[in-house]
């Protein structure tokens, strides 16, 4: 039973080392990205607005044209599409 534990341990170990090594390297490219983000804001880019474009970009096109058009008819049902439109 001693051995069996010897081994579970050994591989549980090696299962934190990774992981911290993997969320070292996460908190590295959050890291990056903030300072992206700070030079776009540096050049006069709405950081808000590029956050938003990215989170549109990881969307399929389909799935957001879905999202359009449900938008568009909850601002129509609320009376703000033609505010909406400028």
Do not use: C, S
């Not at 390297?25 to 540096?42: N, P, S, W």
């Not at 008819?73 to 609320?78: S, T, V």
Request: hydrophobic share 50%; net charge negative; no cysteine.
């Amino acid at each position: 039973m001693a051995e069996v534990v010897g081994i579970a341990g050994e591989q549980l170990r090696q299962f934190v080392a990774r992981i911290e090594r993997l969320e070292e390297e996460k908190a590295a490219l959050a890291a990056d990205i903030r300072e992206v983000y700070a030079e776009a804001k540096g050049n006069g880019f709405d950081t808000k607005v590029l956050r938003q474009v990215i989170r549109l970009r990881k969307i399929d096109k389909a799935e957001r044209q879905e999202m359009d058009a449900i938008l568009e008819l909850y601002l129509e049902a609320l009376g703000m599409h033609e505010a909406a439109l400028g």
